[in-house]
């Protein structure tokens, strides 16, 4: 089965532009999906797509893809962005389809 | 709005089986991929398995040999078993709601995009 890579943490300051990335296979066939945790809460599906973000999520979130590769922007990070960042797709190499998460990405917003 | 309910047993002894279940209330229940997530303490997501309303799974190979997810479409419900839990298996588990969609001109998309707030599960002796 197909796996996802994430940077473990990255750091941005207050206001900057922050880009985590998402390296995988299965991310030829499928756009990532992004989610955002915070401590002791359910994750919150933040991107999805070529670049979709839900109802509520703040616009300075977007997301790109090329080849193998997804990231998500956040373009003026603000404090309450500091959170757990994970990409999932669907991965259809094995014999079933299945689904994938990153590791995570921890971002610091200093 | 669509809210994912789930509950079940929180503390298990090793060799025991873990039972969750979650509800869907607020929206269809046909037409999505159902799927249970769980998060060992200061760790990443891990994907257990899906079920959609007819009952069709799949599951993550890693796991495959003792997991078991079921649907009662009656009770817009669906439940995880996990059998032989060992240590290994404290974590937070969540249930979901997957949908897909795209094409071959736009390119594939599946997300997640309901989420259930997520059951601790400590197995201990």
């Known amino acids: 089965s197909s796996e996802l890579t994430q940077d473990p943490a990255v750091s941005v300051a207050l206001g900057q532009t922050v880009r985590i990335t998402c390296q995988g296979d299965?991310?030829?066939?499928?756009?990532a999906s992004w989610y955002q945790q915070k401590p002791g809460q359910a994750p919150v599906l933040v991107i999805y797509?070529?670049?979709n973000r839900p109802s509520g999520i703040p616009d300075r979130f977007s997301g790109s893809s090329s080849g193998n590769t997804a990231s998500l922007t956040i373009t003026g990070a603000q404090a309450e962005d500091e959170a757990d960042y994970y990409c999932?797709?669907?991965?259809?190499?094995?014999?079933?389809?299945?689904?994938?998460f990153g590791g995570g990405t921890k971002l610091t917003v200093l | 709005q669509v809210q994912l309910q789930q509950w079940g047993a929180g503390l298990l002894k090793p060799s025991e089986t873990l039972s969750l279940t979650c509800a869907v209330y607020?929206?269809?229940?046909?037409?999505?991929?159902w799927s249970w997530i769980r998060q060992p303490p200061g760790k990443g997501l891990e994907w257990i398995g899906e079920?959609?309303?007819?009952?069709?799974?799949n599951y993550n190979p890693s796991l495959k040999s003792r997991v078991t997810i079921s649907v009662d479409t009656s009770k817009n419900q669906f439940s995880l078993k996990l059998s032989s839990v060992t240590a290994a298996d404290t974590a937070v588990y969540y249930c979901?709601?997957?949908?897909?969609?795209?094409?071959?001109?736009?390119?594939?998309?599946?997300?997640?995009?309901?989420w259930g707030k997520g059951t601790t599960v400590t197995v201990s002796s």
């Open positions: 979901a709601r997957g949908l897909g969609g795209g094409s071959r001109s736009v390119g594939y998309y599946y997300y997640m995009d309901v």
């Open positions: 607020g929206g269809s229940f046909s037409g999505y991929y």
């Open positions: 079920i959609n309303h007819s009952g069709s799974t």
């Open positions: 299965s991310l030829r066939s499928y756009y």
């Open positions: 797509g070529k670049n």
């Open positions: 999932n797709s669907r991965d259809s190499s094995g014999n079933h389809s299945n689904w994938v």
